[in-house]
């Protein structure tokens, strides 16, 4: 299975869309800062008019000139940078801002597809859940603690869900906040209600924010993706093979819903193994316990888990609604 024509070009049409739209938001911050600052505009104009001229300099080999040249230009750049910051402004406040400045929403790295780009056709090929909309309503910033219990005490020290979840929730600002550092793993386990994906698409959107690549895949999709790779050796199949191993962070979905068998476990155990290797992050939510993992799944798969994932236990059933 791969990208039909009509999907690719859908694809590029979202590129098109946002380098339109990075243009537009562009346009309106040089509005506001050229009627609020106009020196602004005639510092960015003779930058303009002044670059044109090192082309011309270059091609006639006037080392000289085209380096004084350089400086005057890179002395104004700074300049419209003091003005920029002096007035509460971002210094980048009139550069072209990105939705993914790896690839600075083309899509492509030297003729290779970017992330970003390997993501969007995994959300064609894979129907999975799209997680750029789920992640609008499913943030930290939609995170209320007054949500879980705080009344009854749930462990065994007299804690509330509430006190725990706090708790928790210190933990994995953290965990986010070292993410680069550490490169650590989370597996929350839990029934039906616990709001498991509601804090993995948290984790998920806080990531994305700053720029990190994540793939979202229930495990019926993960395992699914392997067999097709198998199947079909073809180059979209063998990108999203890399970028299941490759992106910064792996979110499994589920583990255990699948058709379980001899291949997901080797499968599982494998993925797992590659990046813990290589430093890459994963994060599952299950509604199994570590010793039915064990049972589905293999010894050595549990005592992976064990030894390189924070293994965070939710309760209660208070975010049925999320
Ligand atoms: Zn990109």
Redesign the pocket.
């Known amino acids: 299975m791969s990208l039909t024509n009509a999907q690719f070009n859908q694809i590029m049409r979202v590129y098109d869309e946002r380098q339109r739209e990075d243009n537009r938001q562009l346009e309106d911050r040089r509005r506001m800062a050229y009627q609020k600052l106009p020196e602004l505009k005639t510092l960015e104009d003779f930058v303009r008019s002044e670059s044109l001229k090192t082309f011309r300099l270059m091609r006639e080999g006037q080392k000289d000139k085209l380096s004084a040249l350089k400086s005057v230009i890179e002395e104004v750049q700074k300049r419209k940078k003091e003005i920029l910051i002096e007035n509460g402004l971002p210094e980048d406040f009139l550069e072209l801002r990105y939705s993914?400045p790896?690839?600075?929403?083309?899509?492509f790295?030297n003729g290779k597809k970017?992330?970003?780009?390997i993501e969007m056709q995994m959300k064609y090929l894979y129907q999975q859940s799209n997680i750029d909309k789920i992640v609008k309503d499913q943030n930290f910033d939609h995170f209320d603690i007054n949500r879980y219990d705080g009344v009854k005490p749930i462990l065994a020290d007299g804690r509330t869900n509430r006190d725990y979840m706090k708790e928790n929730y210190e933990f994995l600002q953290q965990w986010i906040r070292d993410f680069d550092k550490y490169h650590g793993n989370i597996m929350f386990t839990g029934s039906t209600g616990t709001g498991k994906t509601f804090l993995m698409n948290c984790i998920a959107k806080a990531l994305m924010d700053n720029y990190h690549s994540v793939i979202y895949l229930t495990s019926t999709d993960l395992f699914e993706s392997f067999s097709k790779a198998m199947r079909n050796d073809d180059e979209e199949q063998q990108e999203i093979q890399d970028a299941i191993l490759d992106c910064d962070l792996l979110v499994i979905d589920d583990l255990g819903t699948e058709l379980n068998n001899s291949y997901t476990t080797s499968k599982l155990f494998y993925v797992l193994n590659q990046r813990m290797v290589f430093h890459k992050s994963v994060i599952i939510s299950t509604n199994l316990s570590l010793n039915m993992i064990r049972d589905l799944y293999s010894e050595r798969v549990c005592s992976r888990i064990i030894s390189d994932y924070s293994i965070i236990p939710l309760y209660g059933n208070d975010q049925r609604l999320y």
């Open positions: 993914c790896h690839c600075r929403d083309t899509g790295i970017c992330h970003c780009f």
